[in-house]
C-alpha cells in the first residue's frame, strides 16, 4: 500500500522552549525577545501534548477548515468539515471545492466499524459503478492524527512545531479581551510544503522556485481561556521575479454537531467493497490522476 497515501502524521516532536511564561495585559503583547519565545514555546508545546487526547474524546465536535491555496495561476480551494457523534464516535467528514460543486467526496466511518465508505461526487463517478465505495479502516488504535477529517489539523501544528526551532522567524504571543490567547509564527513555505499541509503533484512543486521557500506566512493560533484550540489562520503572498505563492488556510472549531449531521451507512447495493491492496491503490492511483491534473 502506497505510504504516501496512508502516512501517519505524528504529533509528538519535541517544542525546545520550555516553560517560564509572562504574562501580559489584556490586549497588550507579552514582552519581545527570550520571553516571548520561553511564553510561546511553552503555550505550543502543552497544546501539542493535549490536542491529540482532546481531539481523540469523544464528545460531539465540529470543525471546518477552508484550504486555499495558489501557484501562479493555478489554484486549490476547499473546505473540509469535519463531525463527530456518539460514544464511541461515528466520524464524518466532508471535502468539498469551492470552485466546482461537482468536485466532493464524503468520508463516513461508523461507530466501531472496520469499514469506512466513501461517497463519491460527479467528477469521481469513474472511479466505482456505485455513488460509494468501501474499504478497511487502516487506522484502528493509531493516533485520531490518521484520520483524515484532523489529519490537517496536525500536519499544520507538527509544521509549526518544526518552525518553533528556528531563531530567524517571528513568534509573537498576546492576550485577547475574552481570556484567549493568540500566538503567532512565520511558518517558511518550505516547512509548509515538506509537511504537505497542501498536497501539490510534483510536476507543480517543481515550478515554485527556491527563491520563495524560505520566505515565511503568518500563521496565527488561538486558543480559549482555558487553553483549547479555537482557531488557526494562515495567510501569505509570497512573490519573486514574478513568481506568485498565495496561502489562505483557516481552521475554526464549530458548535458542537447533533446526529443528525451524519448520514446513515449506506445499502449493500450502493456500495462497491475494495477488499484488497491492490484494489485500494488502484481506486487512489485513478482519484490522484482526477486530482492533479492541471485544468
Not at 460527479?122 to 477529517?149: H, N, Q
Not at 509548509?192 to 507543480?204: H, Q
Request: hydrophobic content about 35%; aromatic content about 6%; some cysteine.
Amino acid at each position: 500500500m502506497r505510504q504516501g497515501l496512508r502516512r501517519v502524521i505524528a504529533l509528538g516532536a519535541v517544542v525546545l522552549l520550555a516553560a517560564g511564561c509572562a504574562t501580559g495585559r489584556v490586549g497588550e503583547p507579552i514582552p519581545d525577545g527570550d520571553d516571548v519565545a520561553k511564553y510561546v514555546g511553552a503555550k505550543f508545546s502543552s497544546t501539542l501534548e493535549r490536542l491529540t487526547d482532546d481531539l481523540g474524546e469523544n464528545e460531539p465536535r465540529k470543525s471546518r477548515l477552508h484550504s486555499f491555496m495558489r501557484v501562479g495561476e493555478l489554484k486549490s480551494d476547499n473546505t473540509v468539515t469535519a463531525i463527530q457523534v456518539g460514544s464511541p464516535p461515528t466520524r464524518f467528514y466532508k471535502n468539498h471545492s469551492n470552485r466546482n460543486s461537482a468536485d466532493y467526496r464524503d468520508f463516513l466511518l461508523p461507530a466501531g466499524s472496520d469499514v469506512e465508505y466513501t461517497l463519491l461526487g460527479p467528477d469521481y463517478e469513474s472511479l466505482a459503478p456505485t455513488p460509494w465505495v468501501s474499504m478497511p479502516y487502516r487506522g484502528k488504535g493509531l493516533d485520531i492524527c490518521f484520520w483524515g477529517g484532523y489529519l490537517t489539523v496536525c500536519k499544520i501544528f507538527h509544521a509549526v512545531n518544526r518552525s518553533m526551532e528556528s531563531n530567524e522567524v517571528d513568534k509573537t504571543a498576546k492576550s485577547l479581551a475574552d481570556g484567549s490567547t493568540e500566538l503567532t509564527i512565520g511558518m517558511p513555505l518550505r516547512i509548509f510544503l515538506e509537511e504537505r499541509i497542501v498536497v501539490l503533484p510534483d510536476w507543480l512543486l517543481e515550478e515554485i522556485p527556491d527563491t520563495l521557500l524560505d520566505k515565511t506566512i503568518e500563521t496565527r493560533i488561538v486558543l480559549s481561556p482555558e487553553g483549547d484550540l479555537k482557531e488557526i489562520e494562515m495567510k501569505g503572498l509570497l512573490s519573486d521575479n514574478g513568481n506568485e505563492v498565495e496561502i489562505k488556510q483557516h481552521y475554526e472549531v464549530l458548535e458542537p454537531p447533533t446526529e443528525h449531521e451524519v448520514p446513515d451507512v449506506p445499502p449493500s447495493d450502493k456500495v462497491t467493497e475494495l477488499t484488497t491492496d491492490k484494489e485500494i491503490d488502484e481506486f487512489y492511483d485513478a482519484m490522484a490522476e482526477i486530482t492533479s491534473s492541471r485544468e
